[in-house]
């Protein structure tokens, strides 16, 4: 279908490249705005509760398909067929790349599961700029379970439904015309039909079957005033029409393509004679690779040498003499360029517990100064997509990434078969799908003025009241410290007219937390301080996705098997697993310890008080200060003293620290608002302890220190002018834990029922050559290895190879 929205940029386009010594094709490169696309490798298709998904994310420019060569914030979520962010991550995306980890801990959901990876930039392009892939994730089952759910929903499989596309987007009477089809059953999977086209009396007029997953074409002539029906055989209930016959008019075919030209013609029905030209366009990645003249006499058809396109697809539009597209043709050239890299293993059966070698070699013709930048998987069998590689990197980004609706296993379209070539399926895949909106999204976003710029750090954002009438508080003073560990960040500014404050271009990884305070135009703690979430998306997921998610193959029976017997296995072996012993505690009072998690400037304080679950009965910390008999520690009547320090100023308050950062204004009211829950220990310094605060510390220093752990507590509470919450950062990495196998370690009785045996993100090839080893685990099978990456030069690469594990080690 020719799509109304971009008719003024193409022609405005064509005109340029008509502009006087453009008459002939033109391959000067017409590129409005850059764009970007994300490809996600993950080790597999279907996970269990409890699993951890691997992945590596590659940030492309949408053209060139090389990596970008800047920083940026990479989001990744994962998604539930009902369109509900169940996780959701912040990746520091450096020139291009970025790996990480899901732990799939929500117990809950089930089922299909989608995986969306998008930057702040594609935002302006829609949805359909994102990155998506579908992946199921299910809990463990016995057989009688997944049959009883399999024969439920098989039940209603019967209906199918079936699209007709004419070439160049519809028929025109009195000539012949190709139109292809495509049959879906409910879950939008290719179905093998055939049928017949009959005219208005009932009479055959063709008869076609499918070719290759549903889809398939036939060719008939239409006569202007006729009518045409679709009958399918097994399916009476079906029918459609052939009623849109178009004369006066013409629409563009392709006639003949091989690997250096191809020829296009028009077919035109249009008894008028006009001396008016009309045009041919060729359009790929938001690029005008050229455009042709063609004058109206005698048979118009245009040659095309494929070195003037780009690999991929390439779409072809027809415009008549008034520039406004009226026919178009997408056309798939196998040029892609893809360095495809031979695996090898050191034997093709292998025993359990036992030693994989592995060589990666890069294609002949690469040169000898490139590298490859790859990542690997290695997998069973069982826990991929049936029927081959299901998606790779070649398959998403010129295909997935560039037409409409959704593609069944996209990467066999690169494989040919046994009845049907590579070209062929292609060739049926662009009769059949149209062309990507985010083509027309793009002439709509001008690269100068975009809503959503390139981003890279977080960003920490609030804004603060006054206490009583909730007026913004204007150019007050801010101070945000972020701390993590023994680290800290302290960082100063102002709130504007709106009492609002951001921080942004900050770079952590995982949690932290953070202490903003405010004071007011007088230098006062009156006011009311909030922190925004530090990662806002909040983006909804069209119906279109979560409707193509439900198309992802059921987990087979034997991978069910395979987790059922191994959880009994694990559980055998660790029949204590989930359960706690509590054995006796005791706590002493003591001195600062190191590394307790707490940021502080000295080294020693004279006296630490260590908060316990019998404190908790105290109102707030200066009752538990009054009762904690720190020699020479005064509280009275609201004031606390340390006697023997006084302030030659005559105000005896000593220095109040909390989390490490001195408290302003009012200190008491704000130690006051803390809940002793919250509060892990306070530590007191008199003397040359307090030196260390200089003129600040003359009255000596308390230091008030919340609870932190290993699980990040939730410190979101308020206090006056002030504010401690945990924040999100960028999500690190870990590395992925593969078993050595020796002598020593090789007769363990634990269970390794890896299913994912080896993933490493960071392979690098060196001449042309990677090698790396890992071992098998307890179970027999088929395993894949699946290669992909990107050479540094931005070529593609791909490779897959396997390998039995067919005996038990002995």
Known sequence: M????????FSLLILNSLNGQFSEVSTQNQARVSFEKVYLQTDRDFYFLGDTIWFKAYL???QSLSLVSDIQNLYLELIDSQGKIRQEQVLLCEFGQASGNLMITDTSVTGPFVIRAYTDYQKNFGEEMFFHKTIRISETKNSFEIESERSAANSDWAEIDVSFFPEGGFLLAGTQNLVSFKAVDKKGRGVSIQGMILDSHRSAVVAFKTDYKGMGRLSFDPDEDGSYEVIIDGYPDFTHRFDDIRTETMKLVLLEQNSEELTLKILSNSGKRSRKPVYVACFSRDSL????????????????????MLGGINRFILLNEELIPVSERLVFLDNLNVNKLDIKTSHKEFSTRSLVQLEILDDQDLLDSA?????????????????GDHQHMASYLFLDSELNGYIESPAEYFVDDEHITSKEKLNLLMLTHGWSNYLNNLYEVNPDDSKYQKTAGITIEGNAER??????????????????????????GQTDSIGWFSIDSLFFFDTVTIFAQVLNERGKQRSEVYVDKAIKKELSV?????????????????????????????????????????EEVEIKGRKVEKDDGHFRIYLEADHVLEVTPSDYRHTDVLQFLKGSGVPGLT???????????TSMLGDPTPLFVLDGIPISGDPLS???????????????LKGGSAVIYGSRGNNGVIAIYTKKGETPVTLDYELVGAITKNVVGFSSNREFYSPKYTPENIESLEPDHRTTLYWDPEISTENGKATLSFYTADELGYFRIIVEGLTDNGQICFGSAGFMVDSYHK
């Open 635 to 645: 509280v009275y009547r609201g004031t606390v003293k340390l006697r023997g320090i």
């Open 60 to 62: 492309l420019n949408g």
């Open 670 to 684: 704000i130690i006051q608002s803390i809940p002793m829950i919250t509060i892990d220990k306070v530590e007191v």
């Open 289 to 308: 690779l050229f455009s042709k003249e063609i004058t109206r006499r005698g048979t118009m058809k245009l040659s095309v040498e494929t070195d003037v």
């Open 542 to 582: 069209s119906s279109n996705i979560l409707n193509a998610a439900q198309n992802i193959s059921d987990i087979p029976l034997q991978q069910y098997r395979h987790k059922y017997y191994s959880d009994v296995d694990y559980r055998e072996y660790h029949p204590d697993d989930g359960s706690i012993l509590l």
């Open 371 to 387: 590298f490859s930048s790859l990542s690997v998987a290695v997998v069973n069998e069982n826990s991929m997509i049936a029927g």
């Open 2 to 9: 020719i799509k109304a929205a971009p008719c003024l940029i």
């Open 467 to 492: 206490i009583v009438g909730q007026n913004p508080i204007v150019d007050g003073a801010i101070t945000i410290g972020l701390f993590k560990d023994s680290a800290n960040i302290i960082l100063e």
